[in-house]
Protein backbone atom coordinates (compact mmCIF):
# COMPACT_ATOMS: atom_id res chain seq x y z
CA UNK A 1 0.00 0.00 0.00
CA UNK A 2 1.60 3.47 -1.18
CA UNK A 3 -0.83 6.18 0.47
CA UNK A 4 -0.45 10.07 1.13
CA UNK A 5 0.50 11.81 4.58
CA UNK A 6 -1.74 9.58 6.75
CA UNK A 7 1.41 8.44 8.70
CA UNK A 8 4.80 9.52 8.08
CA UNK A 9 6.37 6.50 9.71
CA UNK A 10 5.58 2.70 9.90
CA UNK A 11 5.93 3.02 13.78
CA UNK A 12 3.26 5.42 13.62
CA UNK A 13 1.00 3.32 11.81
CA UNK A 14 1.83 0.99 14.65
CA UNK A 15 0.79 3.25 17.13
CA UNK A 16 -2.16 4.84 15.61
CA UNK A 17 -1.05 8.53 15.51
CA UNK A 18 -1.38 10.95 12.32
CA UNK A 19 0.52 12.75 10.63
CA UNK A 20 1.46 16.44 11.62
CA UNK A 21 -0.28 17.57 8.30
CA UNK A 22 -3.90 17.50 7.93
CA UNK A 23 -7.00 20.07 6.74
CA UNK A 24 -9.67 17.85 8.48
CA UNK A 25 -8.74 15.80 11.47
CA UNK A 26 -11.97 14.06 11.73
CA UNK A 27 -11.07 13.07 8.13
CA UNK A 28 -7.80 12.04 8.83
CA UNK A 29 -8.48 9.65 11.67
CA UNK A 30 -11.10 7.82 9.61
CA UNK A 31 -9.13 7.65 7.06
CA UNK A 32 -5.94 5.78 9.68
CA UNK A 33 -8.75 3.54 10.58
CA UNK A 34 -9.52 2.64 7.47
CA UNK A 35 -6.19 1.83 6.23
CA UNK A 36 -5.59 -0.29 9.67
CA UNK A 37 -8.83 -2.44 9.02
CA UNK A 38 -7.62 -2.74 5.58
CA UNK A 39 -3.95 -4.20 7.08
CA UNK A 40 -5.72 -5.95 9.56
CA UNK A 41 -7.69 -7.75 6.94
CA UNK A 42 -5.22 -7.74 4.11
CA UNK A 43 -1.33 -8.90 3.64
CA UNK A 44 0.27 -5.44 3.06
CA UNK A 45 3.36 -4.80 2.66
CA UNK A 46 3.06 -0.52 3.67
CA UNK A 47 4.93 1.73 2.06
CA UNK A 48 5.18 5.19 4.79
CA UNK A 49 6.70 8.42 3.25
CA UNK A 50 9.35 8.96 5.46
CA UNK A 51 10.57 5.42 6.27
CA UNK A 52 14.00 4.70 4.71
CA UNK A 53 13.11 0.82 5.39
CA UNK A 54 10.40 0.91 2.74
CA UNK A 55 12.52 -0.11 -0.10
CA UNK A 56 13.68 -2.99 1.64
CA UNK A 57 10.18 -3.91 2.78
CA UNK A 58 9.07 -4.10 -0.62
CA UNK A 59 11.77 -5.38 -3.07
CA UNK A 60 14.17 -7.53 -0.53
CA UNK A 61 11.93 -8.98 2.39
CA UNK A 62 8.37 -8.11 1.17
CA UNK A 63 7.52 -7.45 4.66
CA UNK A 64 3.69 -7.91 5.57
CA UNK A 65 2.67 -5.17 8.42
CA UNK A 66 1.67 -6.10 11.49
CA UNK A 67 -0.71 -4.04 13.62
Keep these: MIHGDVTYTDEALRQNQLSVVFEDKGQASETLNKVRTFIKENDTVYLSTHTPE????LIKNKTIMKL
Design 54 to 57: AVTS
